[in-house]
Each structure stands twice: as structure tokens, then as C-alpha cells.
């Protein structure tokens, strides 16, 4: 069993409620907002990190991050060995209107977004679980303030929301 926390819009506030619910991770996805390098640094010391740039991240850490990710559940830091995955494949992107693959066809069993501070898990007809975990950082309307955590089993995928303020 292995456990992959997802982070998304901290905009530059890394709760200690989200380092928390996160701690136990074998892997952390942030969705992108991230607002400041400190925070990936910070996610880093609890586990490795595989992240993209939001709308709201501007200079070196927008050309520090790519805007989508191929990440592979079973690696150890996420990376697709060029002899394939080891495990399920997640696509990371921060605006899911930016999707710009077929998941099916590429292989993606898992597609992680953020940007709507909105927490949501669906499975699509062909099975892609779309997973967003809302927003940990600064609280938008009367929305909670969230994380996930996705616990991986062979190729089965089980992602929940974490209510970390609410």
C-alpha cells in the first residue's frame, strides 16, 4: 500500500493542518498556486514532490515548474522510467479545461487539478478518477479548506477528501 497526498492552492500558505494530514505520504502532488518555493521545501521534508505552476505563480518559480506533469503512482518520486510505469499513471495540470490529452488513450488513470479551490473526486465512463483537493491555503467564499489523500493498492486507486479546516 502506498499513500500520495495532493495539495493544491496554498498561494504562499503551507498550513500546518495540511502538513498534518499530509505527514505519512510516500509522494505529494501539488496542482499548482503554489505562490513561493518555500512551500515545496517544506512538502519536500515530509516526501517527495512532483508539482506544477498555477495561474498564480509568476517568475522563477513559473519557469521552475512545468504546467503538467506525468507522474507515476508506483515510482518512488513519481518519475515514468523510460522503460514505462511501474504503477498507475496520474496527469498533473492546474485548470482542467487545460486537459490536453485523452487520459484512456495515454494511459492516465488519474487526473489531479486544482484552480477552483472546489474539493471533488468523479470517475469518468472509461473509469479516469478526475481528483481535485480543493484549496489548503488561503479560504475562498465558504468553501473548506482541503487536501486528499489517495492510498494506491496494486493498480487500484482510492482517493478521499481531507477536511482540514471547515
Not at 24 to 47: C, P
Not at 91 to 120: F, Q
Request: glycine share 10%.
Amino acid at each position: 500500500m502506498k499513500t500520495i497526498g495532493v495539495i493544491s492552492d496554498t498561494h504562499g500558505l503551507l498550513r500546518d493542518e495540511a502538513l498534518d494530514a499530509l505527514e505519512g505520504s510516500d509522494l505529494i502532488l501539488h496542482a499548482g498556486d503554489v505562490g513561493e518555493g518555500a512551500i515545496l521545501e517544506r512538502l519536500a521534508a515530509v516526501a517527495p514532490v512532483v508539482a506544477v505552476h498555477g495561474n498564480t505563480d509568476h517568475g522563477a518559480l513559473r519557469h521552475r515548474l512545468p504546467s503538467t506533469a506525468l507522474v507515476d503512482l508506483g515510482s518512488p518520486d513519481g518519475s515514468v522510467p523510460a522503460s514505462g510505469p511501474t504503477g498507475p499513471v496520474a496527469y498533473l495540470l492546474h485548470i482542467a479545461e487545460d486537459l490536453d490529452l485523452d487520459p484512456p488513450t495515454a494511459g492516465v488513470s488519474m487526473v489531479v487539478t486544482g484552480h477552483t479551490h472546489r474539493p471533488e473526486i468523479r470517475r469518468d465512463r472509461t473509469g479516469v478518477i478526475f481528483l481535485n483537493p480543493g484549496a489548503a491555503g488561503h479560504r475562498r467564499f465558504d468553501l473548506p479548506v482541503t487536501v486528499a489523500r489517495v492510498r494506491l493498492e496494486g493498480t487500484s486507486i482510492t482517493p478521499e477528501i481531507v477536511e482540514i479546516l471547515p
